[in-house]
């Protein structure tokens, strides 16, 4: 129909229609064009006033939930239980079931969303500083492997006592299951995962998606990468209370003129990523719920990198000390918590098995002479984890775990 066009009066159809069809029942009295027109008008007032019952009903009806939610919670409050409420207090409990849902997603692989309806899940931040919810920050671990976790004893050592306090995410290779007992904090923990690639960016994909899977938690609060060869240093109270209570996140970034870190850059990156800004760092992090919320969100600048940070760059070193780099540097302590020891040189760190892990060995690890800053203040006790050991060293740290490390 064309704008401004008036619609012409179909008034007068019932009434042919009728006389069409014989009358029916009533065709041996003849109807006045004045009666017809006034049974016709009823009719319509009838249809229209059935319509608007009908819509009544449907609106009330949708929106039954939410009122009957707020007059349980009122009754409930003023002592006036009946029988009358037990719809609604069935109502009211699927509410709250939902909420307590939304809260806590339950175990990581219990979901199949793909990558990027994950990170926009796990992107969504309240503007509300206050929670409506009782809530114990918790340390989120993930856990990025190939497929076993030969350390698993050692870790289920350092966790036991603490339930509550803490949650766990393993990403290992697809089709790699896992077997813990039941009991272990490692059951059921892995996520959807997908092949990951050494030096490529697909490790920063993996990061993301082990992030991305612990924010969904909304009591994790801090975010700690360790990989198949890491192994606490000190006991779970000390590691829980140096990173809730800290201001700070944990990566390293610096950017210094050696082939392995500014000759990396490059130059395409510009105008986004400035030569000058370019940085390099361990991929061993530990990052706070809004930062890690930030990385997660990001696309930008991990499409560059994704692009112009190809083999023989590996984005795992650079894209999240550039990112913070650029955008969150006074709240990155500029260091990580994870020792390890790159004096041989190589591609790789040095290895640790049984011989070389002695109590003296791991107590200069945790003590070693090195001087940073927590929260201001100088600390001796700057690294909270290590790499890389052999699983030829499980027995010994178990054995320490109770003497020297305290857990």
């Known amino acids: 129909m064309k704008p401004g066009t008036r619609l012409k009066s179909r008034r ?15 065709s041996s009295f003849p109807l006045t064009p004045r009666r017809d027109y006034c049974w016709s008008s009823g ?38 239980g009946s029988s009358s409420l037990s719809s609604l207090q069935v109502e009211a409990a699927e509410v709250e079931a939902a909420f307590r849902g939304f809260l806590d997603p339950g175990p990581p692989w219990g979901h199949s969303m793909s990558d990027s309806e994950l990170f926009w899940r796990a992107s969504m931040a309240p503007r509300m500083e206050e929670y409506p919810f009782q809530r114990v920050p918790k340390v989120a671990f993930l856990f990025l492997a190939r497929g076993p976790l030969p350390f698993a ?10 339930e509550g306090l803490y949650s766990v995410y393993v990403h290992a290779l697809p089709g790699y299951a896992g077997r813990y007992r039941r009991s272990s904090p490692f059951h059921g923990r892995q996520i959807p995962s997908r092949e990951v690639s ?20 909304w009591s994790n609060q801090r975010f ?20 809730v209570n800290s201001a700070h996140s944990y990566v390293e970034s610096y950017n210094i003129d050696v082939p392995q870190c500014a000759g990396r850059y490059n130059p395409r990156m510009a105008p986004d990523i400035l030569e000058e800004q370019w940085r390099k760092g361990s991929e061993w992090f530990e990052l706070s719920r809004e930062l890690a919320v930030d990385v ?4 930008r600048y991990h499409a560059l990198f994704r692009r112009h940070c190809t083999p023989s760059c590996y984005p795992d070193e650079h894209y999240i000390p550039t990112y913070l780099h650029l955008w969150h540097g006074a709240r990155n302590a500029n260091r990580t918590v994870t020792w390890v ?67």
């Open 12 to 26: 007068g159809s019932a009434g042919d229609d009728e006389e069409a069809s014989g009358g029916g029942e009533y």
């Open 43 to 80: 009719l319509l007032k009838a249809v229209v006033a059935l319509a608007i019952l009908m819509a009544g009903v449907l609106i009330g009806l949708a929106g039954s939930a939410n009122v009957s939610r707020y007059y349980y919670y009122y009754y409930s409050s003023m002592g006036l």
């Open 153 to 162: 004893p050692l870790w289920e050592r350092f966790f036991r006592g603490h």
């Open 198 to 217: 050494w030096g490529s960016i697909t490790l920063v994909d993996a990061e993301k998606r082990l992030l991305a899977n612990a924010l969904l938690d």
């Open 224 to 243: 700690v990468l360790v990989s198949e060869s890491c192994v606490p240093v000190f006991n779970f109270r000390t590691v829980y209370e140096y990173l």
């Open 296 to 299: 997660v969100a990001d696309q």
């Open 341 to 407: 020891d790159w004096s041989r040189g190589g591609p790789h760190p040095a290895r640790f098995g049984k011989a070389a892990t002695t109590a003296a060995f791991v107590a200069a690890i945790r003590s070693n002479g090195t001087r940073c800053l927590y929260n201001g203040k100088p600390t001796t006790v700057c690294y909270l984890f290590a790499r890389k050991f052999a699983p030829s060293a499980l027995e010994t740290l178990l054995n320490l775990s109770t003497t020297l490390l305290d857990f």
